[in-house]
């Protein structure tokens, strides 16, 4: 689904990502986990369309990003860890403009919305304005609008930061079961208890350089994913 | 305590001079140097508006032994300017203070945290104030006769001038507290509010020279009449003519005033203060939503930043408003304007009055430079654009597209006005609306591609790229720089060149400079906003 082939960014003379490859697979939860600073932003970025890279292939269901961005941004969604969304729309307001830009049909979004937005208890803000909504308020706003055109990767960077406990519990339900019905998720995360509860597979990044790769017990082992994390940041 | 929260609120008011709002960032001394140099001269600039209005009247007053109503007209200037200035950050000073949770957090006395705002408050006031004050002080020095007594109160005057500017304000920031949440338009309302602010100052500023004639004629039935309605000021004015029991009973009015204020303040500050910041909640109704084109989508996006923001309507749409009002006043004064166009002295520009209605048109449709921070306006938000499977060139033309609709609609009924009004030949008939359409689409793409070259993204507050930023100044005073510099050209060449001919060559250049920034946009334009 999501492939990732020898990625470098840089800015000036630092080196963000340096020969990043990876590899998500259609039904896969993949964690992406690393200290600040570590390149995990800029890899996403890149995956999404919105940051330029200096080489390497980055391709969504086959389609290169660089070639055919349009294509790929219409099979993905993105939920960054900060959402700016626009403030001067109400969320109802939001949400439809995110559906008329991925073509979704009047049945699609009503019933998807108002899945959605019970499950997250907030269909009374809908009507509020996003200037008005707390974090976790436009959080939740981000990942309806994520989930209205079913999109086959979702990417998202610390999703559940700012999010209630039962919001959370929601989300990572959501994402088990899309990757159930053949989607792919790839997130960054910093709650490694989380990652190694909820991911088939996980990557670790350090300096722009990918640390290790693969399966939860590959990367792991015998011991916990927190061990293998601080041993391999004490490496110089 | 009350020391250290004064200082904090006194390098609040003076932010503005040693911190760049764009930054954050403190300025080297060089810089807060320059800029106060630049405040002061605004400053004098402004007061010198003031002291040619003192002068007018100060010299007839004292001769007619009524000194204090010149303290009574320039003392209410001063504070319609100190309330007008103070007024609307009052609102936000007081009752929405990002610190505000922190200090409330403090064990501090609700009534000191009130304290030390106010005196935010009144420091903004006092400095709106004091450009009316000063010159009228100098004034009075220069034309009264001394007396210490006197000398003594006027110096204080403007002090205590300002706790009654601060008295108003407050109770209107108090007022909009109250009312703020409820108002269903609250943009609307700000933009309409503020129209009727600008258009009552241009009235006043209109019939300032006859209003002053008119007093100084009737100056004793005038000063009968206001000696009641404003009692404070008529106190104030024999204070400073040195009448010291004058300036006990000017004090204590001030005084009873503002302990009034602060005590029905300080009761209500912390229920409003800590009231919810959102807006009221709108319920929502699971009704079917209407499905929109993506173009269709971006241009109400773009519509709705537009009508969500009271500066931007009031900074970049000012046009919008002003067009078909002077289309209206074309229409009313038609006759008084076709008198002045066919008095003989008019002559020697009659053949070219078609080319000055388009240089006319063109001015007016250039106040609106809704392009010119369009890009910068995305700020945070752009990650949605970039990451949304949409082509920027689309994006950009939604931009476009809001510009020229909320510029061409209203200037249909002006330019029909004009052509009423001067009654062209055909040819002209036909190029007039041409050449108008042909100017807003250049400064629309101009805008954009001014904007596209200097974006800002990293605002905190919309105000810094709607009105502190180099693309509007560029959009907005380029073009009126532009329509000149045609008709300076045409001045030089009126006499090789006929006014039809030249304007069907301004037609020509324009169009050209169209193709050639709508291209830049949609091909190099469209790749630095993907990469933003």
Redesign the interface.
């Known amino acids: 689904m999501l492939k990732i082939e020898h990625l470098t960014k840089n800015y000036g003379d630092k080196k963000a990502v340096d020969d990043l490859s990876l590899h998500i697979k259609p039904g896969e939860i993949y964690g992406f986990i690393g200290h600040n600073g570590a390149g995990k932003t800029t890899t996403i970025?890149a995956c999404?369309?919105?940051l330029?890279y200096d080489s390497g292939e980055i391709t969504i269901d086959g389609v290169s990003m660089k070639q055919d961005?349009?294509?790929?941004?219409?099979k993905i969604a993105?939920i960054?860890d900060?959402p700016?969304?626009?403030?001067?729309?109400?969320?109802?307001?939001f949400l439809?403009?995110?559906?008329?830009?991925?073509?979704?049909?009047?049945e699609k979004?009503?019933e998807r919305?108002?899945k959605y937005a019970d499950a997250f208890e907030i269909?009374?803000?809908?009507?509020?304005?996003i200037?008005?909504?707390s974090h976790g308020m436009k959080q939740k706003l981000a990942i309806i609008s994520a989930l209205l055109h079913e999109p086959k990767l979702i990417i998202m960077d610390e999703p559940f930061v700012g999010l209630d406990p039962k919001a959370t519990h929601l989300l990572k339900g959501i994402m088990k079961d899309m990757c159930s019905e053949g989607s792919a998720i790839f997130f960054s995360t910093h709650v490694l208890e989380v990652a190694e509860k909820l991911c088939d597979k996980v990557a670790i990044i350090k300096g722009g350089k990918l640390m290790r790769s693969g399966t939860m017990e590959e990367v792991k082992g015998d011991t916990s994913l927190e061990n293998v994390f601080l041993d391999l940041e004490e490496e110089k | 305590m009350t020391k250290a929260l004064f200082k904090k609120q006194i390098m609040e008011v003076f932010a503005w001079l040693y911190k760049d709002r764009k930054t954050g960032k403190i300025r080297s001394a060089k810089g807060i140097m320059m800029y106060a140099v630049l405040y002061l001269i605004v400053f004098a600039f402004l007061g010198s508006v003031f002291y040619t209005v003192a002068q007018m009247l100060c010299k007839p007053l004292l001769d007619a032994q009524m000194g204090w109503i010149y303290w009574c007209l320039m003392g209410l200037i001063s504070v319609f300017l100190g309330v007008f200035g103070s007024v609307f950050s009052t609102y936000s000073s007081l009752y929405q203070a990002k610190d505000n949770d922190l200090l409330l957090s403090m064990p501090i006395p609700v009534a000191r945290i009130l304290l030390v705002r106010l005196f935010g408050v009144y420091a903004i006031g006092l400095m709106y104030e004091l450009i009316v004050m000063i010159p009228t002080i100098l004034v009075w020095f220069m034309k009264a006769p001394f007396s210490l007594v006197g000398a003594v109160c006027v110096m204080i005057i403007p002090f205590m001038l300002s706790i009654f500017v601060l008295v108003l304000s407050a109770v209107l920031g108090w007022v909009v507290a109250l009312i703020a949440g409820k108002l269903k338009h609250k943009n609307i309302v700000t933009v309409f509010i503020s129209l009727v602010f600008i258009a009552g100052y241009y009235y006043i500023y209109g019939k300032a020279y006859s209003l002053i004639q008119l007093l100084l004629q009737n100056v004793e039935a005038v000063g009968e009449k206001i000696k009641y309605a404003l009692y404070p000021l008529y106190q104030m004015g024999l204070a400073a003519e040195g009448n010291l029991l004058s300036m006990l009973v000017f004090s204590a009015i001030i005084g009873v005033l503002f302990a009034a204020v602060y005590f029905a303040l300080s009761r209500s500050f912390l229920g409003l203060a800590t009231a919810n910041?959102?807006?009221a909640?709108?319920?929502?109704?699971?009704k079917?939503?209407?499905?929109?084109?993506?173009s269709?989508?971006l241009l109400?996006?773009e519509f709705?930043?537009f009508?969500?923001?009271a500066n931007y309507m009031l900074n970049c749409g000012l046009g919008i408003i002003l067009m078909p009002i002077a289309a209206v006043a074309i229409f009313w004064k038609a006759g008084t304007i076709q008198e002045i166009l066919s008095d003989p002295i008019m002559q020697p520009i009659q053949n070219f009055i078609p080319l000055l209605a388009v240089a006319a048109i063109c001015m007016v449709s250039s106040m609106n430079d809704i392009t010119s921070p369009s890009v910068s306006l995305e700020?945070?938000?752009i990650?949605?654009v970039?990451?949304?499977?949409?082509?920027s060139r689309h994006v950009l033309a939604a931009k476009l597209k809001l510009h020229l609709l909320l510029t061409i609609v209203p200037a249909i009924p002006l330019v029909i006005a004009v052509e009423w009004l001067i009654k062209p030949d055909l040819s002209f008939a036909l190029l007039i609306p041409v050449a108008v359409l042909l100017f807003i689409v250049l400064m629309a793409s101009f805008g954009l591609f001014i904007n596209l070259k200097m974006p800002n993204l990293n605002w905190t507050n919309e105000i810094i790229p709607i009105k502190q930023s180099m693309s509007v100044m560029i959009a907005l005073f380029g073009g009126w720089i532009f329509i000149m510099a045609l008709a300076g050209i045409y001045y030089l060449l009126r006499s090789v060149l006929s006014p039809l001919i030249y304007l069907l060559i301004v037609c020509t250049l324009l169009l050209a400079s169209c193709v050639i920034f709508i291209r830049w946009i949609f091909t190099t334009g469209a790749k630095i906003f993907s990469?933003l």
């Open positions: 970025k999404c369309g919105i330029q961005p349009i294509t790929c941004k219409s993105y960054p900060n700016d969304l626009y403030e001067f729309m109400t969320g109802i307001q439809n403009f995110v559906a008329d830009i991925f073509g979704v049909t009047a979004r009503k919305i108002n269909t009374g803000d809908l009507g509020s304005p200037s008005a909504y | 910041k959102g807006a909640k709108k319920g929502y109704k699971n079917d939503q209407r499905v929109k084109s993506v269709g989508a109400q996006k709705r930043r009508l969500g923001s700020g945070k938000s990650w949605l970039q990451s949304l499977p949409i082509i990469e």
